[in-house]
């Protein structure tokens, strides 16, 4: 398993923008399919973007396209999360996952991710 510590979460208002960074270690990051996903109180976790090992693909939850990016530095084993024009709805603790090797068909599933951060919060007030 890979160590991963997320930060740069806060308070921001709606249409702010915000950088999630995750850090790891613990294995060889840059042979991980990174993932973020987010969870909500009362709700399950959602999936929210992946990128695979070289930076090459990614994809996105459909409630963040065009609003989040994506990114990674394997220099630094980190990968980062863009947000830009937030809504309330993204209200949500975040959370960074990964998963050794290339992206899955079941990419956008909790279960396909063998290590999890802690989390970071959200918040986007109206």
């Known amino acids: 398993q890979v160590q991963l510590v997320e930060s740069g979460g806060g308070l921001v208002q709606a249409g702010g923008s915000l950088r999630l960074s995750c850090a790891a270690s613990?294995?060889?990051?840059?042979?991980?399919?990174m993932g973020w996903f987010r969870q909500a109180p009362g709700k399950e976790r959602e999936f929210v973007a992946v990128?695979?090992?070289?930076?090459?693909?990614?994809y996105y939850g459909d409630s963040v396209k065009g609003r989040f990016t994506i990114s990674r530095d394997n220099a630094k084993n980190t990968v980062y999360l863009q947000m830009n024009n937030l809504k309330p709805e993204d209200t949500a603790v975040y959370y960074c996952a990964a998963d050794r090797g290339i992206i899955m068909p079941d990419y956008h599933t909790p279960e396909r991710y063998d290590s999890w951060g802690r989390g970071t919060q959200v918040t986007v007030s109206s």
């Open positions: 990128i695979s090992w070289s930076g090459g693909s990614t």
């Open positions: 613990g294995r060889t990051f840059s042979r991980d399919a």
